[in-house]
């Protein structure tokens, strides 16, 4: 299987922007092998705009796997369990996109179905697929004595940074957009325990496990998973957060994300303190092709003084995580963001906000 065909489920921004050019450009790797999405007109323009046969369109996510594919792209809205469990019987390999799902034990069946049926599970995160964060992890592995992790993640709107792209928006009839809302509520409220969180919780643990989790898997790829969540500060009814995170060895990790919707200058940076170095990478926005990913190095030189490096990369991450999902199929291996590690990863979402509240309720 040297090229891959890729049925591709959720046709809105992020596929449009990312996913299926570089499908339809990697020809040497892949082949757009279908489409599914909910909205038909949707579906129909980005049918015609990528040239997707008509008997390659599809409506209902059993159809789309039922086909002549070899693995799903899913980026569709919600949680992704669904869709993952009717690949993996259909024994289709899969690369989810964020949030793949909500609950723990969403997880753990996606898990065993793509076990089961002895296909590739792989997560979307495409800042663990920047050059800068395989090169920060390089030099964080080498450092001694490391006392801070920062990492700031201020996120302006969206619109702002798709408004250089032409793309189809879907129009989601108001009773299915409602149906999607409640399915959310109703799995945030079995994640933390809850009966019925309020309101500013359910927006926090979204913006947990829509956003920060590229944060909290870029932590998770360097230090895995954390001892414990000291604290937690929701502010804004749910638009800031603030945690802090305790490592092995004394070490702390002091996370802050909050929306600005109305600054276009999008900030996420991942800092590593040591006692006599730093490293600090800073990522673009997902919605972004060609702009730098960075990391500064700011250590003694040999004589002793200070010294700072900034490097800096233009390859497209989403790019990057497309070939690694390939090659590990091709490969038979484990690939760098499994499946598996979703287990921690909502654990830790689960934790930092259910530490917001000292009873439990």
Known sequence: MS????????????AQIQHLPHLRDGRDRFEIGGICDIAPDLLRKVGDDFHVPEHARFTDVHDLVASDIDAVLICSSGSHAPQVLAAAAAGKHVLVEKPACVTLAEAQ???????????????AYPKRYEPSYAYAASRVRSMDDVRLIQINHLHPSNDLHMAEFS?????????????????????????????????????????????????????????GPPEAVLNTEIWRDGAGLTTTLRYPNDLRAVLTWIDLPDLWAFEE?????????????????????????????????ADGAPSRRELSWHENPFKRELEHFHDSIQSARTPDTPGTELIDHLTLVRDIVRASFADGS
């Open 3 to 14: 090229r891959l065909r890729v049925g591709v489920v959720g046709c809105g921004a992020i």
């Open 109 to 123: 069946s996606m898990i065993d179905a793509c076990d089961a049926a002895s296909v590739v599970l792989m997560v």
């Open 269 to 301: 940076t991942f800092a590593v303190y040591g006692r006599s170095e730093r490293v600090i990478v800073s990522f673009p926005t997902g919605f972004s092709r060609g702009l730098p990913t960075t990391a500064v190095i700011q250590e003694p030189d």
């Open 167 to 223: 793309f189809h928006r879907a129009n989601l009839p108001d009773d299915v957009a409602a149906r999607l809302r409640a399915t959310d509520t109703v799995l945030i409220a079995e994640a933390l325990g809850l009966d019925a969180p309020a309101d500013h919780l359910v927006r926090a643990y979204q913006l947990c496990n829509g956003s920060l989790i590229h944060d909290i898997s870029v932590l998770h790829g360097m230090f």
